[in-house]
């Protein structure tokens, strides 16, 4: 078959590689210059700054993708190791150094408290069986609501009505522990305090098979993938932005896509690794939309989205690792405003990236390479982000250099910044949501946008919006759902 996966995102590389190696003609068309997504690599004044995703687990899911195109990892990219995985840090001056190391974690917890040293080992144990079923649900398909119903009494064992800050009181009295073992949901687009406690399983993700880099950054596993697909035969559109899937009137079928430039790209099957609203909403006409009507697409709830100020500095931090984690004063009552006030907080918790505390060559020698992530509401929050975006990096900027990184505005040579208006502008993502549809208990498996269309019966969806949700590890699973579902070519 003639495929055609719209975005080049890590879950349409998935799709892309894995159906180009069934045998099918698979062709990426990408708006943007290069490949990536929401993965996008900015290059700039001798800096590196990966754009989206920095936090690699799951590296399995990596290796399958090459073998399955008949390729080794190494041969397209070095993935090493991270520790700590994260420093998390609160403003009283507390640092939890997380590992995978036992001895480590439980040392870490003592200096914290004594008491939660036990009470961490049972979190951890109870953490075997929901690992057992997420991962059972992680790769396959939730088409029919009778895959739902197989799973229900399990979800209903594990309390899967709970938050994860929920589960994780159930075993820390400690606050900072708490906030430490129930932060994840916050990396794939969700709120702790509404997010089932299903994604605690991000935490024995992390414990089973650690937490990598790919050397060159993020955007070198892009590009590793990228090759990859070239190298089995597949075709690549950039600056190929879709105004429209064209649907066949008489069959309700996707007959292939339409690129602003006028150009049409036949297919037989259609990918979207794009935003599941936008592209409901944009690329598809109304009357073939039966079941995501305008309205139901509304109605759903989306992630947050993000402020991400990428910098580079002519001087090294070197008290700062490799994936921070920085903790404000405010936990429940800051999520609150960012989830359902939708207001611009005084304060934010931050998440600080340091990837030339492993990889050097990110930035000119003697300098270092960052970005600092404050989660922020989507575009429901009415925020003017044209007036507010300078007072707010500036913000963060005074709370880095006063609390972390002195003197840190006078040793910035580079810099740039992205907001909720380039979520929605130039990665076409309705509201500017960062990560799809909000991960919600009734946001998830079979009550999220399937992974093949219930309007159109050959468009199939794959990345954030649609099962099994946001992150490397869910994202890239998508694109293996959608490659079993096509199956090989005949």
């Given amino acids: 078959m003639k495929i055609v996966v719209i975005g080049s995102g890590f879950g349409g590389l998935s799709a892309a590689i894995r159906l180009q190696a069934q045998g099918h003609q698979v062709t990426i068309v990408e708006k943007r210059d ?7 690599v900015y290059e700039q004044d001798g800096f590196k700054f990966d754009g989206g995703p920095t936090i690699i687990t799951a590296p399995w899911l990596i290796d399958e993708i090459f073998t399955l195109a008949g390729k080794k990892t190494s041969d397209y990219v070095h993935l090493v190791k991270i520790d700590p995985f994260y420093n998390i840090r609160w403003e009283d001056g507390t640092v939890f150094h997380y590992n995978d190391d036992k001895e480590t974690l439980y040392q870490q917890i003592n200096k914290i408290d004594p008491r939660e040293v036990e009470n961490y080992k049972k979190f951890a144990r109870s953490l075997d069986e929901i690992y057992r079923v997420g991962f059972e649900l992680i790769d396959k398909p939730f088409t029919k609501i009778w895959d739902m119903v197989k799973v229900v009494p399990e979800m209903i064992k594990l309390r899967s009505d709970r ?28 709120n702790p305090f509404t997010s089932t406690s299903i994604y605690a399983m991000i935490h024995e993700l992390e414990q089973k098979f650690g937490v990598w880099f790919a050397m060159g950054g993020t955007g070198a596993l892009v590009k590793g993938f990228g090759q990859c697909f070239q190298d089995i035969g597949g075709k690549v559109l950039t600056e190929a932005e879709v105004s429209g899937i064209v649907i066949d009137e008489n069959t309700g079928r996707a007959k292939g896509v339409k690129i602003k430039s006028g150009e049409f790209v036949e297919a037989d099957a259609v990918v979207a690794n794009a935003d599941v609203a936008r592209t409901y909403l944009d690329l598809i006409p109304a009357q073939f939309r039966k079941k995501y009507t305008d309205a139901k697409v509304k109605k759903m709830t989306y992630s947050m989205s993000l402020f991400v100020i990428y910098f580079g500095t002519d001087k090294k931090y070197e008290n700062m ?29 931050l998440y600080l990236h340091r990837p030339t505390a492993t990889d050097p060559s990110l930035a000119p020698e003697g300098c270092d390479c960052w970005y600092v992530l404050s989660p922020v509401p989507n575009l429901e929050g009415k925020i003017d982000w044209k007036t507010k975006a300078e007072p707010y990096k500036q913000k963060i900027y005074e709370y880095l250099e006063t609390r972390y990184m002195p003197d840190l505005r006078k040793h910035i040579v580079s810099e740039t910044h992205i907001d909720p208006l380039h979520f929605e502008d130039t990665l076409n993502s309705y509201l500017g949501n960062a990560f799809g549809v909000e991960p919600t208990l009734l946001q998830s498996a079979w009550l999220r946008p399937h992974n093949l269309s219930e ?29 079993n579902m096509i199956g090989k070519a005949d």
């Avoid at 405003?337 to 304060?347: Q, R, S, Y």
């Avoid at 794959?462 to 959608?482: C, R």
């Fill in 321 to 349: 690792a490799h994936h921070e984690i920085i903790l404000g004063n405010r936990y429940k009552p800051l999520l609150d405003e960012i989830f359902v006030d939708k207001t611009l907080a005084e304060d934010f918790s």
């Fill in 163 to 190: 938050s994860v800050y929920k589960f994780a009181s159930k075993f820390f009295k400690n606050e900072k522990m708490r906030e430490a073992f129930s932060f994840h949901p916050l990396l794939i687009g969700g």
């Fill in 34 to 40: 290069k490949l990536g997504g929401r993965a996008y």
């Fill in 455 to 483: 309007d159109v019966p050959n468009l199939y969806f794959v990345g954030a919006g649609t099962h099994p949700g946001a992150g490397l590890p869910g994202v890239m699973s998508s694109g293996k759902i959608v490659g």
